[in-house]
């Protein structure tokens, strides 16, 4: 998870972690904030919750007889969206905007976001109370979906142990320049043509995974747009850097293609029936696609 935030920090792109109650995603993004001169906001995402509350909007001055502009949460470098999956349809499609754009419009007003702008959500798992499927559009703009397990038994008795002391004060490790500059240098990172075909390669199979593989034939409804492969390139340039390295390995987009495609990969029913996940799709698709 921790990686998974840092990679999305450095290729500039949003994250949506994914989890049960009490697995400290919460905590984790606020962290992580704590320790950057960033601007951090919260929203918690609720089924009452407005578009207006996310945005902002536009007030009515009775002296001035003009509107002004209140802008809402939305305008920070990271937006914690929390619990995202708990809000309704307007609310996903006035984020939809932010999270595509870096803008959001106001009356006829358009306003842009401030650099870095990360959206760093949360959400139960889609069967729990009180929960609906983000709509697939709007998953698409996250460049990563981190799944949050259960910790180990020696990790939640070092949890259990820890919540009796105080919660430790954390130092602030870089500026917002400096991010901004690590973000261009993530950028300028090195991907070869082999490299960059193999990356295209595995998310086309993604689209006719029967084609290397005549037993999934059947197993895909839809596959991963050209953005996915963007955001593994994104990701993998991330990777690069965060292992000390100016260029990209094979390596790299196996390790961040199952958090780039697993949102992007809808399995049909009958391979839901079977057990076969997204996971487990692209899982296939990584031993089976090689680079040429």
């Known amino acids: 998870m921790v990686d998974g935030l840092l990679l999305g920090l450095l290729a500039d792109g949003h994250v949506l972690l994914e989890g049960a109650p009490g697995l400290a995603k919460t905590t984790a993004v606020k962290a992580m904030s704590d320790t950057l001169q960033l601007r951090f906001s919260r929203v918690q995402f609720t089924p009452d919750l407005l578009p207006a509350d996310l ?13 002004r502009t209140r802008q809402g949460p939305i305008f920070a470098n990271l937006v914690l969206a929390d619990e995202i999956n708990r809000a309704p349809a307007k609310v996903q499609s006035a984020l939809l905007e932010a999270m595509q ?56 008795l070092e949890i259990v142990t820890r919540s009796a002391l105080p919660m430790p004060k954390l130092d602030t490790v870089a500026s917002l320049e400096s991010i901004l500059e690590m973000q261009a240098l993530v950028k300028s990172l090195k991907i070869t043509d082999p490299l960059m075909r193999y ?14 593989d005549s037993s999934l034939a059947r197993a895909v409804e ?11 390139a994104a990701a993998s340039r991330g990777r690069a850097f965060l292992e000390g390295r100016g260029y990209c390995l094979p390596e790299d987009v196996k390790a961040v293609a199952p958090d780039v495609l697993r949102h992007r990969v809808l399995p049909t029913y009958e391979a839901e029936a079977d057990g076969l996940t997204p996971d487990a799709i692209v899982k296939r698709l990584l031993e089976l696609v090689k680079m040429g």
């Open 199 to 212: 990356i295209v390669d595995l998310v086309r199979a993604t689209r006719n995974p029967g084609a290397v």
């Open 222 to 232: 839809y596959g991963a747009s050209p953005r996915a492969s963007i955001a593994i």
């Open 55 to 67: 945005v902002g909007t536009q007030i009515y001055e009775p002296r001035t007889g003009e509107f």
């Open 101 to 156: 754009e870096r803008q959001v419009t106001l009356g006829d007003q358009t306003y842009l976001l401030p650099k870095p702008f990360l959206v760093l959500a949360t959400q139960n798992p889609i069967e729990q109370e009180g929960t609906y499927p983000l709509p697939e559009a709007q998953t698409d703009r996250f460049l990563l979906k981190l799944r949050v397990d259960y910790p180990t038994l020696d990790d939640e």
